[in-house]
């Protein structure tokens, strides 16, 4: 499944001698990375490499039969093999066979013996002239596997974002950081745009309506070959979570807005009704830390919908509309006392049939990642519920109402709009997201900010770098038949030079 944003050239290393595992389901396969134009040149250097093996093992076969069936007077083979002997190729050696075997087997003065040395000549012939045709169409295929590539390791980037979390600059570093995490928030959100249904095959989302409550469940799976690692392909992390509507988190509503208590404690939120259509649709994400634990955490999402315009009518939880302020230029008007979504995520990584809590990946046994992923990245990246990190990185772009209410004047197509479809947009977004936690390593914007991946002062470490990405500019090759069809070849030709050399043929 092809789901990404093409790299820049200089993000990952090709050429013929840079070797590295590429992931699959089984394991990591040796293979090397070229451009598209030296593929094409390869493939057909293997295509014709291909036909020279089945040329020179025609000639092996030759001579074998020349050496351990010489001519002599049984004429029961003797016809037959010397249609082998000056056929010169397969395909014509199938052709006159046949005609020998059809004359064998129509005419009643030939033996029982010019028949089976016949047939027998017959499937040598054509045995070798149909593995030359399918070996010539099937070993340049199996020669390209993908298109993906090692990155270099000197683009890796990630930013120290403990640092960031500070309470003495009035959220500057923090929104410095969400500059940085945005680019790749809203590329997974553009990837659902143009392949939900690729992403809806990995991620599973059932909804209803229980009791009054919108609810919706969802789970999925991302593995080490999602993530690019050649370290551990059959590592996965496996995602379950559900939310629900729930109206008794609104304390109070006024023209003003609306208050909630958050997660039935003390703090309180207050989301003021907003009739200027110069607002884009947005929502608040909030963690509940006194009650997650490890990778089990409780989130919610509270919506600023209330008191927006629409062209069209609607009863959903977040888009319900009454008559509008200005019926004669817009007729509908989202209401106030918006519910909130509640909701809860638990984490776990598996590998090799072993399981650890979300939060304890180091734990995991046969791990092979390289410290960096297990220290620095994936705590930050998947210590919270990923639709959090997505939807607050995204900003007013998180909410699909948002996607076709145009600015300067924002004015929605409630009905059109649902809070089923905005939860299943990040929870989509959220499989794509963790699939490319490491390929977003090298694509951030990182002029000014300290490379945590660089340490104090030194390069990225090599085995840091043991992941791939894919892009439609190189093509993956398996050295396990760059190196296996040549030696086929030569182990032929060597022992057909010594055939010639031992008994003078």
């Not at 396969?29 to 593929?39: D, G, H, L, Y």
């Not at 009035?170 to 410095?176: D, E, Q, V």
């Not at 509940?288 to 990778?295: C, I």
């Amino acid at each position: 499944m092809d789901i990404y944003t093409n790299p820049a050239n200089n993000t990952y290393v090709t050429g013929i001698t840079k070797f590295f595992l590429m992931p699959t389901e089984s394991g990591g396969i040796p293979a090397v990375a070229v451009t598209k134009k030296t593929a094409d040149y390869i493939t057909s250097a293997y295509t014709i490499l291909v036909i020279l093996i089945f040329m020179v093992g025609w000639n092996l076969i030759l001579a074998i039969i020349t050496v351990f069936w010489p001519p002599n007077d049984d004429k029961d083979n003797q016809t037959a093999l010397d249609i082998l002997r000056t056929s010169g190729e397969s395909m014509k050696a199938t052709l006159l066979t046949t005609s020998y075997c059809v004359k064998a087997i129509s005419r009643e003065k030939k033996t029982t013996g010019d028949r089976l040395w016949g047939l027998l000549t017959l499937f040598i012939a054509s045995a070798f002239s149909v593995g030359n045709i399918t070996a010539g169409i099937l070993v340049p295929g199996q020669l390209s596997m993908g298109n993906v590539a090692p990155p270099a390791k000197d683009v890796i980037f990630y930013p120290d974002i403990a640092s960031y979390v500070r309470l003495d600059d009035n959220g500057a570093r923090m929104a410095k950081l969400n500059l940085l995490q945005a680019p790749s928030a809203l590329r997974a959100l553009g990837a659902i745009e143009i392949s939900e249904v690729a992403v809806r095959d990995r991620v599973h989302i059932s909804s209803g309506i229980v009791g009054g409550s919108v609810r919706l469940s969802y789970d999925y799976n991302v593995t080490g070959v999602d993530m690019g690692l050649q370290s551990d392909p059959k590592l996965r992390l496996m995602v379950k979570g559900s939310c629900h509507t729930d109206d008794t988190w609104l304390l109070n509503s006024t023209d003003k807005g609306d208050t909630y208590r958050l997660f039935g404690g003390n703090v309180t939120l207050e989301v003021k009704y907003q009739p200027e259509v110069d607002l884009p649709p947005m929502v608040d994400f909030w963690i509940d830390t006194n009650t997650s634990t490890g990778s089990n955490s409780s989130y919610a999402m509270i919506v600023n919908t209330g008191g927006c315009y629409s062209y069209t009518s609607s009863e959903d939880p977040w888009y319900a509309t009454g008559k509008s302020e200005y019926p004669e230029l817009v007729p509908y008007q989202v209401r106030r006392k918006r519910p909130v979504l509640s909701c809860w995520e638990a984490k776990t990584w598996h590998l090799n049939g072993k399981d650890v809590d979300g939060s304890k990946l180091d734990m995991l046994p046969g791990l092979k990642l390289h410290k960096f992923w297990v220290k620095k990245v994936f705590p930050f990246e998947f210590g919270i519920p990923r639709v959090l990190s997505v939807g607050k990185a995204a900003g007013p772009s998180a909410l699909k109402s948002a996607f076709f209410a145009r600015a300067p004047v924002y004015i929605l197509d409630a009905g059109a709009s649902t809070i089923v479809k905005d939860l299943e947009r990040l929870v989509l977004a959220s499989w794509v997201s963790s699939r490319n936690v490491l390929r977003d390593t090298t694509t951030y914007n990182k002029e000014g900010v300290e490379n945590l991946a660089a340490g104090p002062g030194g390069p990225v470490e090599a085995a840091a770098a043991k992941f791939v990405l894919q892009s439609r500019d190189v093509v993956t090759l398996s050295v396990r038949i760059l190196i296996s069809v040549p030696a086929i070849l030569f182990f032929l030709v060597i022992v057909r030079e010594s055939l010639r050399c031992v008994h003078g043929i």
